[in-house]
Nanobody, 114 residues
């Protein structure tokens, strides 16, 4: 069965870094474009980053561009989100998504606070 498992979240001070992972199984991972989304308490879930199926094309929300990097390792069935220069407004639950299948993982909590 299709499964996405996010990990790597935690508590970090402003200006710090985290690397999130999304481990995929149950489908041909290399054939699908992937995205990261996030949702803060009381707010709508927002798109953060996109990566194409081969991994050669990436796009980012304006709020994270220049600070976050999405990547994928098809041999490991994993997509990553490297988050640098973190700000308090980055605090949210981060979710991995198989775009065309409209399938989400369970999320991982990121908290940026001093």
């Amino acid at each position: 069965q299709l499964q996405l498992v996010e990990s790597g979240g935690g508590l970090v001070q402003p200006g710090g870094s985290l690397r999130l992972s999304c481990a995929a199984s149950g489908f041909t991972f290399s054939s699908y474009a992937m995205s990261w989304y996030r949702q803060a308490p009381g707010k709508e879930r927002e798109w953060v980053a996109y990566i194409s199926s081969p991994g050669s094309i990436t796009n980012y929300a304006d709020s994270v561009k220049g600070r976050f990097t999405i990547s994928r390792d098809n041999a490991k069935n994993t997509v990553y989100l490297q988050m640098n220069s973190l700000k308090p407004e980055d605090t949210a639950v981060y979710y991995c998504k198989v775009i065309v299948l409209n399938y989400w993982g369970q999320g991982t909590q990121v908290t940026v606070s001093s």
